[in-house]
């Protein structure tokens, strides 16, 4: 199996990291919780049909920081 496929994911014009081809996205599991830090969190993720996923926990964008 060429595993290469199941690796390339962009980012769609609805704002949903989707894996290419495959009508799946990317998105976070309901709940969280904190890590070695109250400001620092985890959160599960996930792939799911596009159709299906929760735009509050599925919806992306990307960030640079403004010293690079």
């Known amino acids: 199996m ?3 496929l199941l690796q390339k994911f962009e980012l769609n014009e609805e704002g949903y990291v989707e894996l290419i081809d495959s009508g799946l996205c990317l ?4 709940t969280s919780d904190s890590t070695y ?3 620092h969190r985890w959160r599960p993720l996930f792939v799911e049909e596009c159709e299906r996923v929760v735009p509050e926990r ?4 990307f960030s640079v920081p403004e010293h690079f």
């Open 2 to 4: 060429d595993a290469d």
């Open 27 to 30: 998105t976070t599991g309901r």
């Open 37 to 39: 830090a109250a400001d």
């Open 58 to 61: 599925s919806r992306w964008e």
